[in-house]
């Protein structure tokens, strides 16, 4: 079991425990680092679009002064970070993020999450995402408005046994597979038998095994990510076949579950490879089913009281929460650019199904972009659950943008409109032609963040540089590569005409 370093806990809004505010020094990382018999140290950072990057030092290259003067690496080599005649970087290791790493197994590693900071400046580096949310969490202290935002992701995910994929100029194919895939009900047994218990298609949620042929994968995960100092509460087989899981966080400020959320596809991606499976975050990779994405619940708190709860307002929310509903809902097709940040987030959020595109609120209708949850009525539980993320975001981008787009709802007063608690596929014509949708593409999302980025530039929280790089990046790698390349149905569908 992996060891975390000890700190002082306290109390969380709404009961439970979870590590208190910072309170690892350098040399407590040095010490503990001395009584596990560390041999290499780890140093995590983020890249923009969100991936986890890392190196390694022997234990003896760490001491108190790099957790200040920093450690260097090639800021070039990094996506969306420098260019080639600018590339020296350094990383700032955070103590309060120590934990042994579970994966290396070989000799004890200390992992440290680390911020980007610029030699030469001797600044903090605008384009380090981790800085972006604590910037993130600065604004929000200095508008009054509250003190703390909470933030609870709820990322699904597909476990399988076999992914192929390649493309080139004359091809381009993907094979997924999984043993649980319903459509390997009549596979034949070859050197084992086919024992059939398979959840089908849209329904796999909630069956015990043996249908849930995951619960014991899920629950290596759940365990070691407990013992990496990360609250959980719950996990569940998803509604596609396939292996769709999800494994629920506690709740926690934003930096902090950012780190987090990474740490979790970090142990979901780890724990599947030593099990002889693959996971991935896609949001839609498999056709005819549902796809994976990441409800955040959210909500503002200050000295320590719940700021989102009336029990007069509707769904017992308060009017500073129906205003920071109004900003998410304004800025929500700019929003979709950081927080459902692909090509393939597109896959799922397509209309007529049960994907959340309408850009309406409600207590209970979950096509809707912003969901107010009614599983208890304590003031504590009041929060707002915007679904139209996905866990292939950047976090500490995502969480930021969200934050600051509720925060500009509440200065400017934003009405969120009437909530919408209708079948909306029961809804006229007339009545449907009102709701707004979300973009339809990741090309119309970039554009709305293009148009609509004022409210993110707010205290000094995202730079003009890094929304332009990110916006760059993202129609040069990925739209554009996607759009300009044959899809194999367009060969079913035109090859003979």
């Known amino acids: 079991m992996t060891e975390k370093l000890s700190v002082p806990t306290e109390s969380l809004p709404g009961g439970g425990y979870a590590p208190a505010a910072p309170t690892k020094t350098p040399a407590d990382v040095l010490e503990f680092a001395r009584s596990k018999k560390v041999a290499q140290v780890d140093l995590k950072f983020i890249d923009l679009p969100g991936q986890w990057q890392h190196f390694s030092v022997p ?9 200040s003067d920093g450690l260097g690496f090639d800021g070039s080599s990094i996506r969306g970070f420098q260019a080639i005649q600018e590339s020296d970087m350094l990383l700032i290791p955070d103590p309060t993020t120590a934990v042994i790493d579970p994966f290396s197994t070989s000799v004890p590693t200390l992992s440290l999450i680390c911020n980007v900071k610029d030699p030469v400046s001797g600044q903090m580096y605008s384009r380090d995402p981790r800085y972006v949310a604590q910037k993130a969490e600065a604004y929000l202290k200095s508008t009054g408005i509250a003190d703390t935002v909470y933030f609870g992701p709820e990322a699904e995910f597909f476990i399988f046994d076999s992914v192929r994929f390649d493309q080139n100029q004359h091809s381009g194919y993907y094979f997924v597979d999984s043993d649980e895939g319903v459509w390997n009900s009549g596979r034949p ?24 042929s995951m619960q014991e994968i899920r629950t290596q995960m759940t365990m070691t990510l407990i013992s990496m100092g990360i609250e959980v509460e719950t996990h569940h087989h998803e509604v596609a076949t396939a292996g769709q899981c999800e494994i629920d966080m506690r709740f926690a400020t934003l930096t902090r579950m950012a780190d987090n959320l990474l740490t979790y596809k970090y142990v979901v ?5 030593r099990n002889g499976k693959t996971a991935t975050f896609m949001p839609k990779p498999i056709f005819a089913d549902n796809g994976s994405g990441m ?11 719940p700021l989102f709860a009336d029990p007069k307002g509707y769904a017992g929310l308060s009017q500073l929460a129906l205003w920071y509903i ?6 929500a097709p700019a929003l979709l650019a950081l927080t459902s940040p692909t090509t393939n987030s597109y896959r799922r959020l397509v209309p007529g199904y049960e994907a959340p595109v309408n850009l309406v609120y409600s207590q209970r209708n979950r096509s809707a972009a912003c969901r107010i949850p009614m ?10 659950e915007f679904r139209c993320p996905d866990p292939l975001c950047n976090p500490y981008l995502a969480f930021s943008a969200m934050m600051m787009a509720g925060l500009d709802g509440i200065q400017n007063k934003i009405d969120p409109g009437e909530p919408l608690d209708k079948d909306i596929f029961e809804l006229s014509a007339e009545e449907k032609a009102g709701i707004r949708t979300v973009p339809g593409s990741l090309q119309e999302a970039l554009d709305a963040l293009e148009a609509d980025h004022e409210f993110l530039l707010k205290g000094g929280v995202f730079t003009p540089d890094l929304l332009e790089t990110y916006i760059s990046y993202k129609r040069t790698r990925e739209v554009d590569p996607v759009r300009l390349r044959p899809h194999p149905y367009e060969f079913y569908l035109y090859y003979e005409l």
């Open 59 to 67: 234990i003896d290259q760490l001491d108190e002064g790099s957790f």
């Open 189 to 212: 047994g070859d050197n084992r038998p086919n024992l059939a218990h398979r959840p089908r298609y849209k329904e796999g949620y909630f069956p015990v095994s043996p249908l849930d």
């Open 269 to 273: 991606h780890n724990v599947a490879e």
């Open 295 to 305: 409800h955040c619940h959210q909500s503002l708190w200050s000295g320590g009281q």
């Open 326 to 331: 109004g900003g998410l809902l304004k800025h």
């Open 375 to 384: 599983y208890s009525q304590s003031p504590k539980a009041k929060r707002v």
